[in-house]
């Protein structure tokens, strides 16, 4: 056994869940080491990270780490791997995260994993290949194991500590800062739970005709999160932050409702794993059918607003 | 201005795409392959920066593959479309590289054909789809990076991105040599025109090997991959559950379903 760093994933300080499923699976394999760079480091902050069983603390705060693209941050996180001797290093695998992971790897000289689904004990990773086609175990047979984990790959179990803190000092280099983030706009909040996080999602696609009222009411109505097609995102209709598939998120919820959604492989490698499937289509061909556990064949403009009513009846 | 857009020939996402079993690598022969369809927006890119014609020394755009034969392929396509020449890195020793190796020849490629000002590159193959050989060549290269760009304005010297993150969307500047990987967001890739397949036929591709760009093969391949495959499984298919047509109760019998699953 040995540290196993966490990237802690945050934005503006405010630790995202995906922070608890590393720090948890961390401690499978050692003891977790959580890593926060840039500012917001708060009370709050290491409340979770030391709810969910962080043995130490890295806090770096530079300013390059926000002015500039991820290379500081990998500079950064090395710097960190090197001064605790990190078997593993655990990173979320969101684009970021992936290229921190990318540029970690090469200065690490160390191999890299990315989307893993489930990592054991022995930090043998699991993966979904080609579209959710194939099941595959990894892993980095030597060095430092860099490994990005895909969101809901573990649920978060606490286990209090109290870890100790320690103030890194990271040096920057002149090439790490070289693309310079002149203006960020956040998006907008909906209100409803994170795509990639939440335990129920309904998308819509071309078949809502552009309108998401009907798919929105059904999300609220069930206190799930809203997804969309790219056939949908490319039309306009809905923004692309949302879109489910393989150019977009993969999500893996308990229940995905695809509404006026054909079934696309490459629409299906971003929710086959779901646990539910459940498909309004008004094409009984539609092959999203095939991999229903239960089916509707209609028009989902008269069927979802149907079952928002009757959702809510049964809720009240 | 030259550009070079590196491009994978991957096997056809909507065949029965799988492993060899004797190596767990991806089968690439026994299934049909293509240039990975997000490697399309890349090369469309490079094509618009040249339709752009700001750069008074014109732009030249060069195709990049590295694999196995049929690779060339991948090259071909981006030549229709418009890229003005190919290089092909092709040697047998590359077979199992992993994305720390396939970085490392491609840096050396793209060092070997010199004066490069922009690399551009997909979001992630649609086969092995990691998205992370281009940062690993920004490290190789010691070139800035900017990934997942869904709008780009090239000038002279600098390019300036629209970098649609997960939680925001940046305004990224860096200045000429970088690196730029581009989503799907970015434009509509053309379709190789008539004349565009048939001056593709006189356009030079260049073939190197691992020595020609003094990469030491004992660097790459399956062996000296720094991950490791130890099983592939086949997923089992989902079974198809109940399908019931709408008869004017089917919204009600879909709430019930979601009742019944505890959903409600
Ligand atoms: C490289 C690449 C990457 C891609 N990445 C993604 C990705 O990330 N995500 C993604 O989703 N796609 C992706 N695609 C596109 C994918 O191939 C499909 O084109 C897309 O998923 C189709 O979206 P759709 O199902 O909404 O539309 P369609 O395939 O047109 O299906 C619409 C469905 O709606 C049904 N319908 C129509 N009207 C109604 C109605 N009134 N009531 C009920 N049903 C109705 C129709 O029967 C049909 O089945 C990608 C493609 C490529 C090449």
Not at chain 1, 25 to 52: C, E, K, M, N, T
Not at chain 1, 69 to 89: F, I, M, N, S, Y
Not at chain 1, 296 to 301: A, K, R, S
Not at chain 2, 131 to 146: G, K, R, T
């Amino acid at each position: 056994m040995g540290e196993i760093l966490v990237l802690v994933d945050h934005v503006d300080g405010v630790v995202r869940k995906t922070t608890t499923e590393l720090l948890t699976i961390a401690r499978r394999a050692g003891d977790p080491v959580a890593v926060f760079l840039g500012s917001g480091y708060d009370d709050a902050a290491r409340q979770v990270l030391a709810s969910y069983g962080a043995t130490k603390v890295y806090v770096a705060d530079a300013p390059e780490l926000e002015e500039f693209l991820v290379a500081p941050k990998a500079e950064a996180l090395a710097q960190a791997a090197t001064a605790c001797g990190a078997v593993a290093v655990l990173v979320t695998a969101s684009a970021e995260g992936k290229e921190i992971a990318a540029r970690l790897a090469v200065k690490l000289g160390s191999g890299v994993i990315t989307d893993a689904t489930d990592v054991a004990a022995d930090l043998t990773t699991t993966q979904s290949v080609f579209a959710g086609g194939y099941t595959v175990a990894a892993q980095v047979p030597s060095g430092v194991a860099v490994i990005a984990v895909k969101p809901n790959a573990a649920t978060p179990e606490p286990s209090p500590s109290s870890p100790a803190e320690e103030k890194l000092a990271v040096t920057i280099s002149d090439s790490a800062r070289r693309a310079r983030i002149v203006a960020r706009a956040p998006r907008a909040a909906t209100g409803r739970p994170e795509l990639t996080e939440a335990a129920i999602v309904v998308s819509g696609g071309r078949g809502t005709g552009g309108d998401f009222g009907p798919v929105e009411e059904l999300a609220d109505a069930l206190g799930g999160a809203v997804g969309a097609s790219r056939a949908a995102v490319d039309s306009g209709w809905y923004p692309h932050a949302y879109q489910v598939g393989q150019t977009g998120k993969t999500v893996s919820p308990q229940l995905y409702l695809a509404a006026g959604i054909s079934g696309a492989i490459q629409h299906r490698a971003g929710m086959q794993t779901s646990k539910t499937i459940v498909a309004v289509n008004k094409d009984p061909e539609a092959p999203i059918f095939a991999m229903a556990d239960f089916g509707v064949v209609g028009d989902l403009h008269t069927i979802l607003p149907q079952v928002t009513a009757e959702v809510r009846k049964r809720k009240a | 201005m030259k550009i070079v857009v590196l491009v994978k020939h991957v096997p056809d996402a909507t065949a029965d795409r799988t492993f060899d079993p004797s190596d767990n690598t991806t089968d690439r022969t026994g299934v049909d392959g293509l240039l990975s369809e997000l490697d399309e927006y890349a090369v469309e890119e490079a094509l618009k920066i040249v339709d752009a014609g700001h750069d008074s020394g014109g732009v030249e755009v060069i195709a990049m593959t590295m694999g196995p034969d049929g690779a060339s392929d991948a090259v071909k396509k981006a030549l229709q479309m418009g890229a003005d020449s190919g290089v092909h890195v092709l040697d047998d020793a590359l077979h199992g590289s992993d994305a720390l190796a396939t970085a490392r020849v491609l840096a050396a490629a793209v060092g070997t054909v010199g004066e490069v000002d922009l690399v551009l590159t997909g979001m992630a193959s649609t086969d092995g789809s990691m998205s992370v050989v281009p940062a690993m060549l920004a490290e190789y290269l010691d070139l800035p990076h900017v990934g997942f760009v869904g709008e780009l304005t090239v000038s002279e010297s600098s390019v300036t991105c629209r970098r649609d993150g997960d939680v925001a969307s940046q305004t990224v500047e860096a200045a000429l040599p970088a690196i730029v990987s581009v989503t799907d967001q970015i434009n509509e890739p053309r379709y190789p025109s008539f004349k565009g397949i048939m001056a593709a036929k006189k356009k030079p591709v260049q073939t190197w090997s691992l020595a020609d760009l003094g990469v030491d093969a004992g660097a790459v391949g399956l062996d000296a991959a720094l991950s490791v495959v130890r099983e592939v499984v086949k997923r089992p298919e989902r079974s198809q559950g109940e399908v019931v047509t709408d008869e004017g109760d089917g919204g009600v019998r879909l709430a019930e379903f979601l009742a019944a699953r505890k959903f409600v």
